[in-house]
């Protein structure tokens, strides 16, 4: 007993640590209340295995690295980038489609600076925030109109308010989906005042069922792209084209929430979604969509169709609870001019890119990144294999990507610590873990992203 409050009685004091040369950068560096806070932390957590019998040392050099280490965590930001090496190239736990660094910059200059947003700066008074985005959405999708608000989920409630409120939307029975983060919606309908006039079957619905289910009090047709699950075998589901020319015939809007916002066809890479112009195209009056979906943009729905429908969302009061900030609309702004241009398209916009890599290339990146690694590493085998990434995001979710990952057989720890170590690193690398080996997909890993994931492998698996 005694030997231990001697170990206590020697521990240096808060004002002892912190007037150290050692940590006279942190305090520079980073504000006095946090090396406090990480000096008061050390000395307790060596307090805490001294009373608990450890085998303790009170030494001032591991003092000071733990000091470190804390200072080194406190500073650390919560909301922190990643490495994903999961393959899912939307994964919505990791904040959905990466952005081009032009994107990137459009939206820090609106951050850094004052803007436009709302002036006119031919006319010299107020403008609207949604005017640097109609023509170019309109150029680019053949829409009339378009407006912008937080997301698509925002869209569609608002889109329902404005025109259908107190009226019933006729919807198929196939199509009430719940996508990630509970958005249901015959909630979302009930959110927005407008009642759901639910038809067909879940395998089935045909044209006579939206016909016969229009009423006196019917608001609109509404249909919604199923995007994240695929309804198979004996199926049927009414044409949006022939939904649009039954409304039209009705008097009513036709609405297509589409979720994806895909703008360029994708079918040559096997990705089996419909694209806004071809919503546009078979006679929807409304299409929302996200903008961090397939369209690999800032997070946002879109809402492009006939002016008549979108000057009535413009208007609605709702349109101000959910209106799209400017960093968004920069950002939104760089994405469609980047769309003006397939082919740039296909290469800039990061979600397109990971989409169209094709199996040689993959297989070339996965062999660069191994040759980093390869032979050098103590205790854990590395190999290529062939595996498949997934697009997520509740996109073509029937699709499996052939892709080349690489495969971690760890010898000195467990494949489950392996993947623990790696999320704790520095900047987190989320891996995968398959048939007791971690995996490491290099579709969605970027080239600049290899030197890092190196590291922390070989400070891992030190050789002896
Ligand atoms: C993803 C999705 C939504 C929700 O979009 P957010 O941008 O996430 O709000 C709505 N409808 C469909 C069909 C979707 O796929």
């Known amino acids: 007993m005694s030997g231990i409050n001697d170990k206590l009685r020697n521990l240096p004091k808060t004002d002892e640590i912190i007037q ?4 006279a950068s942190e305090i520079a560096g980073s504000s006095r209340e946090i090396v406090l806070e990480a000096v008061r932390g050390a ?3 060596l307090r805490q295995s001294i009373l608990a019998g450890e085998d303790a040392e009170i030494e001032m050099e591991s003092i000071l690295q733990a000091v470190k280490s804390r200072i080194r965590r406190l500073e650390r930001r919560n909301l922190r980038r ?10 919505t736990n990791l904040g959905r489609a990466r952005l081009n660094p032009r994107i990137a910059a459009a939206i820090a200059e609106a951050a850094e600076n004052f803007s436009n947003l709302e002036y006119d700066l031919d006319r010299g008074q107020r403008g609207s925030r949604h005017q640097h985005i109609s023509a170019l959405a309109a150029r680019i999708t053949g829409a009339e109109d378009a407006m912008v608000v937080n997301n698509n989920a925002a869209a569609v409630a608002l889109c329902l308010s404005a025109l259908a409120q107190d009226r019933e939307v006729v919807v198929s029975r196939g199509e009430l989906v719940e996508i990630g983060g509970a958005f249901r919606v015959p909630e979302i ?9 639910e038809v067909g079957t879940t395998n089935k619905t045909k044209l006579s069922d939206y016909e016969n289910a229009i009423g006196e009090n019917t608001g609109a047709l509404l249909k919604v792209h199923t995007s ?5 075998g004996f199926t049927e589901e009414a044409a ?3 939904m649009a020319e039954l409304g039209h015939r009705r008097g009513l809007p036709v609405l297509y929430d589409m979720g994806s916002g895909l703008l360029l066809n994708l079918r040559e890479y096997g990705v089996d979604e419909p694209t806004v112009q071809e919503g546009l195209a078979a006679g929807a009056d409304v299409v929302m969509f996200s903008g961090d979906k397939l369209l690999g943009g800032p997070q946002a729905g879109i809402v492009v169709g006939k002016k008549e429908y979108i000057e009535r969302m413009k208007k609605h009061p709702m349109a101000r609870m959910v209106r799209s900030d400017k960093l968004t609309l920069a950002g939104l702004e760089e994405t469609f001019r980047i769309y003006l241009d397939r082919e740039k398209a296909m290469k800039e916009i990061p979600v397109l890119e990971m989409i169209s890599a094709d199996r040689k290339e993959l297989k070339e990146k996965a062999l660069r990144l191994l040759a980093l690694i390869e032979g050098r590493m103590g205790g854990c085998r590395a190999e290529l294999v062939e595996e498949c990434s997934q697009i997520g995001g509740g996109s073509a979710p029937m699709l499996d990507l052939p892709t ?7 010898e000195v720890m467990t494949v489950d610590q392996l993947e623990k170590r790696l999320r704790d690193h520095e900047i987190p690398i989320i891996a995968r873990i398959s048939r007791d080996r971690l995996l490491l997909d290099v579709r969605t890993i970027g080239e600049k992203e290899f030197s890092v994931i190196a590291k922390a492998m070989l400070a891992i698996f030190p050789q002896i």
């Open 240 to 242: 949006l084209s022939d």
């Open 43 to 45: 000395v307790d957590e």
């Open 82 to 91: 990643v490495i994903n090496g999961t393959g899912i190239i939307l994964h």
């Open 20 to 23: 150290r040369e050692e940590l």
């Open 404 to 410: 080349f990952a690489l495969a971690f057989s760890p």
């Open 189 to 197: 309908m009930e959110q927005s005042g407008a009642f759901l006039k």
């Open 228 to 232: 994240n699950y695929r309804i198979i």
